[in-house]
């Protein structure tokens, strides 16, 4: 299985390594090292490299490589999956993941890693096990630590490891006790030149804050739970209730998790909520283009749209942009030659839009490429899908506990061709 | 933490005053230093001493991180690291099991092979702890072990064995993982714990069941048959399975009999059902190794109507992180040149957007390419248009590729394609240019003549393209149809003459393979320039060039020297070459494993597992039996079901004593095998005894009965000359039969209720000339001694499961012949309770019959509802089969308003409901009746039954035996009938009756509890006939089982209805094979 670790930053530098097994030399990087020369950008290189005597799986995530080393047949996906959890494990610790962090906490870290994986295998990767056994760093800890000298490593025994409920930490006491689930979906959509559709689909989570005391069981269940088409569950929820009433029967995790993902069928029309409108043109014989992008509300059931960003890849013969936006900022990288605009929210009234001029490299033609426009947007108390949710129940306990559940629509991989 | 860091490296004597302090915030301090130390890389081996001391240390991370330390240095300093030994041995005898198991995880991944010993024994005894945690451990450090000391493999293997008998899933993953690393050859040990490993498998943490889904994999290829065999592949087969078995033994029975069993169609092995069923909800799983885990197992093992269910799953994926993308479409793309169909509907998935990484666009290009067919090319090439578009370069080159491909591949998209690509030959860039001509050029090789004109503009395209492979592809195009453009290719020839020298090498190879071609087919004009070209290259600096120089002077330029090849040398050069065909990549990829690094590299890895092939005949199943705790149970009975065709050609002892003993009986641990098996049979055997008694004694009587009423029935049956004294199926409650008094009571009465009920019961006793009036100790004693029977055995279950409930005992149905003393007396119990319906007198009788689960007591919340088919019509509606369900309320408060609500039948089903039971008090048991229309098909029924505060969905699918009813007819009738359903609607089958089953009245007892059929007479002594109909349409179905000399038997069914036939056959075997 995993024989060793390397986190490797954007410079190159080697910054951690762990070793469940016999050390493996660090120059065992120089293979990726090599690869990653190859590769022009950080995201092409490959997952898996193979080298004379190891082969070198790794995820590339915050501007870092988590590069593990294994010596004999094991999934792929297995360890590319394992690196993520490590990778969602550090965030849930340290709110961030960035070589900082680490290098900050090598001590947690290295804790952590010990404890998720014996001999190479994974051991314990649930959070709520993980922090049971570590506890994560607060500053006020911190400041507890350094006066009284005592330490982050949990005194309790990890008695999580042996519960039927492997997620759930033992003994949670909250006084307020609450649950919140967040509907987020998201729109993945291709939207051809002439403004319809190639594809769309529907893609949501359910992501929950449980902060409940002792041992709940709750049911969540959905006014019309037929829209979910492919689902994926928190190993938390019983599938055989899901199979048989279409409802979600779970005994939480304590604290954040992501209870569900779905797929909405795709019989369904998805409604796109918004549009571009584009008139981008470079000359052959002048060395300028015009450019001209408005986005506007299409189907938005009422609710505003928010938080609009576009983006564009310009083609590299682009020199400059002189672009007027009628509200938010823009900005032209002339290195990257990526053009974002910080729209904010969409006024009907007053459609926004950003016009000018582009300049071109001289005495080159103009390119035969249109760069494609990339739109991010949210929309607050809606889930496009029409999903809702009917009630939560809770089982097991005596108290009240406080519910809440929001919706939210957002742009997934939402993209225009021009 | 960064901040002291390059203080500490170059001194460590600061660090060793802290660790040989007494302060525990100072060793902490000094601790965390090393640990920063470690992580960076950094070497601080040379403080292993002062470390070492303080591994007994109490402060709790200080020992963390000493044992972090420990476990990267000891391996270098072995001598010193024992000094930690004995704290770890101490550890591993702590009453906790949490210190136990980590005293263990760092005792066994220290690395010094002088601790081996202690190590092999902490492992055995961990192996037996109490907390399945320690064993979990245990399980881990096997291989932590094995790659320490490979010589402990036996000793391994041993505590694996052990582990895998485990039934905790804490213990499952870890243990598995251990065995695919110390000893995955050793299949035979999965044997006994397969069938639980496929139902821990859901609960055991994800890893874990990536590991088991891979093993599975493996195990089910050697274990079971392929499931897409096809007709012609078994015709094959069974050629072989007829001369091996003659071979060994030339018994001719026995071989035909081997021949027969081969030939019947395909039946999954239940155990390769049972992986596949519970493998499949983890589709769903979050983790994508899980999911791809699945995805594998199924493309490899599952028919291919089923393969389909992944393909979602795997779609869903492909919204993770780009790296789990990347793995998930080299596996897309393998399995969509298989099993194309499976991803079609999720084409536009595959779409891509100009914010993927290059490599995820070009393995999705590939999917895409192995998508297109004739209908979605259009789309397809639509999209493609898109993509040449695009910034990317290499993208655009990738995709004018598989532009190529798909225009080889789909005859009808040629010419556009061509088209397309000789527009792009326009192109500014040059890389995308040279990549049309390199695919334009695989093209034309496919119909050259037509277009010499793209070769002329191509040949124009040598003054400006710079590409190397472009221009070779050129100079061989032109070459190869010079014939096409005789003016044009002298000339290119002259001109790649002058700038031979600047060529790149396959350049320089296609001028000189364009000179000799030209010199063969237009010497007239080329020989100088070919003479000036070989010269040129004669002294090129590669000897590649020279050598091909050389050849082809001697080849093409006739002298004196040159022997017989040069006549042929137009021949040899201007020779029809076959069209390139554009492969995917991806072909022939899945002889490795799915979802396995092998498989994404494309070469063998190291410890790659070999995913074997499937055997041509089955190794025997039974080998997976183990003393069956409940839910084995029906699985393992399934499975005696459909692989009746075992005992033919392995020897039928495989299948006989030892699996029976061991199927039926209760849970017995971790017994040893031998003798709780002996034990269970023991106990079953004595009630088997008595229960013989009993039916002895009434036997003879009724059999008289039984022969009078055979005779007298046909003769009856004759006048009225029609079949229509179906009964039971009360669809012909029909006027000729008046005159038949008996039968007509019976048949008009029955369906009027529970009134009618029990007066054909009591009116069956009486004329059964049995004890009807048997006193009630004996029924008492039978209702203690039933319910534990049945469930010991399921033999047992059919022995009872006579047709107890036949409406009409007159009828000489074999139930009566057989019906034994304390049955009747269970059936007038029966009967009575029916009609004042007590549930208390209800439950014996109900356990005979062959009851079925409709809603366990947990499920329910309390409330358990099981079902059985009562065999008798169901009043009102003559089409539907009655369902008698008892509702027995184990809550504590009273369960009210208990009905069916929103039926969900299939097409054409109908459901009768019961009707409401207004309450049901604590503790007490309602029995209901309802009607079920299943149509003549074997699927469930759906429904919800409600009370007043929940609802619970539950199916209730019936065996293919209770959807028919008996039909009563003469010997003579039968065989009209019999001879209208020749052919196609008859289907024979050989077997082997077991000794238990040999006589007459087990024979047709055995059927008769296996289907709902009324016994025909007939004459010769080895012949059975039995006849139904089935209930909704009522075709006939016609049953004679015809015994043969020795053990064997024949089986005929003839119906209408193929597939209840043959299904039919499938239960009436298996209810024989018991």
């Known amino acids: 299985m995993i024989h060793s670790l390397f986190l490797i930053n954007a410079a190159g ?3 951690l390594e762990k070793h469940w097994k016999s050390v493996v030399s660090r120059s065992v990087c120089d293979y990726f090292f090599e690869a990653q020369e190859r590769a022009s950008e950080a995201e092409n290189v490959p997952p898996v490299i193979p080298t004379p005597h190891h082969y070198l799986l790794s995820v590339y995530r915050h501007k870092i490589f988590f590069v593990a080393v294994i010596q004999s047949e094991v999934p792929p996906l297995f360890v590319i999956e394992f690196l993520h959890r490590v990778v969602d494990t550090f965030q849930d610790y340290f709110g961030v993941c960035s070589e900082v962090i680490i290098k900050d906490n090598v001590v947690v870290v290295y804790e952590v890693l010990e404890e998720m994986l014996d001999n190479g295998f994974p051991l314990a990767t649930e959070s709520n096990i993980l922090k049971e056994l570590i506890k994560p760093p607060t500053i006020l800890r911190t400041v507890v630590n350094t006066i009284t000298g005592s330490t982050n490593v949990g005194d309790q025994l990890p008695t999580g490891q ?14 307020n006790n609450e649950a919140y689930f967040d509907v987020i979906e998201e729109i993945d959509a291709i939207i051809d030149k002439s403004g319809s559709t190639i594809t769309a689909e529907i893609q949501g989570v359910i992501d929950a804050c449980v902060k409940l005391t002792g041992m709940p069981d709750l049911t969540l269940s959905f006014m019309n739970p037929r829209l979910l088409d492919d689902v994926s569950f928190h190993p938390c929820v019983r599938f055989k209730r899901w199979e048989s009433e279409r409802i979600l029967s779970f005994i939480p995790p304590d604290g954040n998790f992501r209870l569900l993902s779905y797929h909405v069928s795709a019989q369904n029309l998805v409604a796109i909520p918004v549009y571009v409108k584009h008139n981008i043109s470079f000359r052959d014989s002048s060395s300028l283009g015009r450019f001209e992008i408005t986005v506007g509300p299409k189907q938005t059931m009422g609710k505003t749209i928010e938080g609009v960003m576009v983006t564009s890849q310009m083609p590299k013969s682009v020199l400059n942009m002189t672009l007027t936006p009628s509200q938010g900022t823009h900005v032209f990288d002339p290195v990257t030659k990526l053009l974002s605009w910080d729209v904010g929210k969409i006024n009907p009234q007053k459609l926004p839009s950003l016009k000018g001029s582009v300049s071109l490299q001289a005495g080159t033609s103009k390119p035969d490429e249109n760069p494609t426009i990339n739109l991010q947007f949210k929309i607050q108390q809606l889930a496009i899908s029409g999903l809702k949710v009917n009630r939560l129940d809770m089982y097991g306990e005596k108290y009240k506990p406080f519910k809440g559940i929001k919706y939210m629509t957002k742009a997934g991989k939402f993209q225009v061709r021009t | 933490m960064g901040i002291f860091l390059p203080l500490v490296w170059f001194r460590h004597d600061d660090l060793k005053e802290m660790l040989d302090s007494n302060k525990d915030s100072l060793k902490l301090e000094a601790m965390k230093r090393i640990v920063a130390m470690i992580a960076r890389g950094k070497n601080a081996s040379d403080l292993f001493p002062a470390v070492v001391k303080n591994v007994a240390c109490k402060n709790i991370e200080v020992k963390k991180l000493v044992y972090v330390y420990l476990v990267r240095y000891a391996e270098e300093q072995q001598d010193l690291a024992l000094l930690s030994i004995s704290t770890f041995q101490r550890g591993l005898k702590d009453p906790n099991q949490l210190i ?52 402990q493999k036996d000793q391994l293997i041993e505590v694996i064995e052990k582990l895998l008998a485990d039934k905790t899933t804490l213990v499952a993953g870890s243990v598995v993982m251990a065995f695919e690393e110390v000893c995955p050859e050793r299949i035979d040990l999965i044997h006994k714990n397969y069938r639980k490993l496929c139902n821990l498998l859901i609960d055991v943490e994800e890893w874990g069941q990536v590991v088991i889904i891979n093993m599975l994999t493996r195990y089910a290829r050697t274990q079971f048959l392929s499931p897409n065999q096809n007709e012609s592949l078994l015709e094959e087969n069974t050629e072989k399975a007829f001369y091996g078995s003659e071979e060994e033994d030339a018994k001719d029975a026995k071989a035909e009999a081997a021949v027969l069993a081969k030939c019947k169609p395909y039946v999954m092995d239940p155990d390769h059902r049972l992986l596949l069923r519970n493998t499949k909800p983890l589709l769903q799983s979050r983790n994508a190794a899980v999911v791809m885990a699945v995805a594998q197992l199924y493309f490899h093992l599952a028919p291919k109507a089923e393969v389909g269910v992944i393909a979602k799953a795997l779609v869903r994926l492909l919204r993770s992180h780009s790296e789990v993308q990347y793995v998930v479409l080299q596996n897309v793309a393998t399995m969509s040149i298989k099993r194309r169909g499976m991803f079609e509907p999720y084409l536009k998935s595959f779409y891509i957007r100009s914010t993927d990484p290059t490599q995820i666009k070009i393995l999705k290009l590939e999917v895409l390419t192995n998508l297109a067919n004739e209908t979605n090319i259009s789309t397809i090439l639509r999209e493609f248009q898109t993509y040449i578009r695009s910034m990317d370069k290499d993208f655009v080159a990738a995709t004018i590729q598989a532009i190529g491909r798909c225009a080889t591949n789909i005859g009808k998209v040629r010419d556009t394609c061509l088209n397309g690509l000789v527009q792009l030959l326009s192109n500014r860039d040059e890389l995308v240019v040279a990549e049309s001509v390199v695919v334009i050029k695989k093209l034309l090789q496919m119909q050259p003549a037509q277009h010499s004109e793209i070769i002329k503009h191509m040949a124009k395209l040598t003054d400006n393209i710079q590409v190397p492979m472009a221009r070779a592809s050129i100079l061989w195009l032109i070459g190869e149809y010079c014939e096409h453009v005789p003016k044009i290719a002298p000339d290119v020839l002259r001109k790649m003459a002058k700038s031979f020298t600047n060529e790149e090498d396959i350049v320089k190879l296609q001028v000189i393979n364009l000179a000799a071609k030209l010199y063969l087919t237009n010497s007239k004009q080329s020989k100088l320039l070919t003479q000036y070209v070989l010269n040129l290259a004669k002294y090129d600096q590669n000897y590649d060039i020279r050598d091909r120089a050389r050849f082809i002077r001697q080849l093409i330029v006739p002298t004196e020297k040159s022997g017989a090849l040069n006549k042929y040398a137009k021949k040899l050069f201007l020779a029809q070459k076959p069209a390139p065909i554009l492969e995917s990549s991806f072909k022939d990829r899945d002889h490795f494993q799915l979802g396995s690094l092998s498989h994404l590299l494309n070469a063998k890895a190291v410890g790659y597992q070999e995913l074997p092939d499937w055997p041509d005949e089955a190794p025997d199943p039974s080998v997976r039996n183990v003393e069956v705790p409940e839910w084995t149970k029906c699985t393992s009975r399934e499975k005696r079901k459909e692989k009746v065709e075992k005992p033919f050609y392995s020897d039928s002892e495989g299948e006989s004593g030892p699996t029976e003993s ?7 641990g971790s017994e040893e095998n031998g003798s709780s098996s002996s034990s269970g049979s023991s106990s079953s055997g004595t009630e088997e005894e008595e229960e013989e008694e009993e039916e002895d004694s009434g036997e003879q009587s009724e059999d008289k009965e039984e022969e009078e009423e055979v005779e007298k029935r046909p003769k009856r049956k004759d006048k009225e000359g029609s079949h229509k004294a179906v009964l039971g199926s009360a669809g012909s409650p029909s006027e000729e039969e008046e005159e038949e008094e008996r039968a007509k009571k019976a048949k008009k009465k ?88 007590t549930p208390t007198l209800l439950s014996p009788a109900f356990s005979a019959v062959k009851t079925y689960e409709l809603l366990h007591r947990m499920a329910g919340e309390g409330l358990a509802v099981e079902y059985c088919f009562s065999r008798r019509p169901f009043p009102g509606d003559p089409h539907m089969v009655a369902v008698q369900i008892q509702i027995s309320n184990n809550t504590d408060t009273e369960v009210k308003n208990l009905r069916v609500n929103e039926p969900k039948p299939l097409s054409g089903m109908r459901i009768q409901e019961f009707p409401e039971i207004e309450h049901l008090a604590p503790g007490d048991t309602a029995t209901v009746v309802m009607g079920i229309d299943f149509c003549d098909s074997t699927q469930a029924a759906n429904f919800q039954l409600c009370t007043h505060t929940r609802q619970f969905y539950v199916s209730i699918q ?117």
């Open chain 2, 750 to 837: 029955a369906p009027q209720g529970r009134k009618g009920r029990v007066e054909t019961s009591s009116e069956a006793s009486t004329s059964e000339s049995s004890s009807s009036g048997s006193d009630s100790g004996s029924e008492a004693e039978a209702k203690q001694r039933k319910p534990p029977s049945s469930k010991a055995s399921p033999k047992e279950i059919s022995l009872l499961d006579l047709d107890d409930f036949t409406p009409s005992p007159v009828q000489p149905i074999p139930s009566s012949s057989i019906i034994s003393t304390s049955l009747v007396t269970d059936l007038e119990g029966l009967t009575l309770t029916d009609s004042s319906l």
């Open chain 2, 100 to 151: 136990r198991a980590s005293a263990l995880r760092v005792l066994s991944s220290i690395r010094v092979p002088i601790i081996v010993p202690i190590m092999m024994l902490a492992i055995k005894e961990a192996a037996s702890d109490m907390s399945p945690y320690v064993r979990k451990t245990a399980a881990h450090a096997i291989p932590k072990l094995y790659s320490l000391d490979s010589d």
């Open chain 2, 958 to 1074: 019936p065996p293919v035996g209770e959807l028919m009813a008996p039909v009563f007819m003469s010997e003579n009738e039968f065989k009209k009938e019999q001879g209208k359903l020749m052919g196609m609607s008859e289907i024979t089958e050989k077997l082997t009756l077991p000794e238990k089953c040999q006589s007459d009245h087990t024979i047709v007892q055995q059927l008769t509890s296996a289907a709902n059929v009324g016994r025909v007479p007939c004459g010769a002594s080895n012949e059975y006939r039995f006849a139904a109909k089935t209930v909704t349409s009522g075709s006939l179905v016609l049953i004679t089982l015809e015994r043969r000399e020795g053990s064997t038997a024949q089986l005929t069914i003839n119906s209408e209805k193929m597939v209840i036939g043959t299904m039919l056959v499938k239960d009436i075997i298996q209810a024989l094979a018991q």
């Open chain 1, 13 to 15: 530098d080697i910054f």
């Open chain 1, 162 to 175: 042996l519960s039927v409920v492997p997620w759930r930490r033992t003994g949670v006491k909250y006084t």
């Open chain 2, 662 to 668: 061991a199927d039926s009986e209760p849970e017995s």
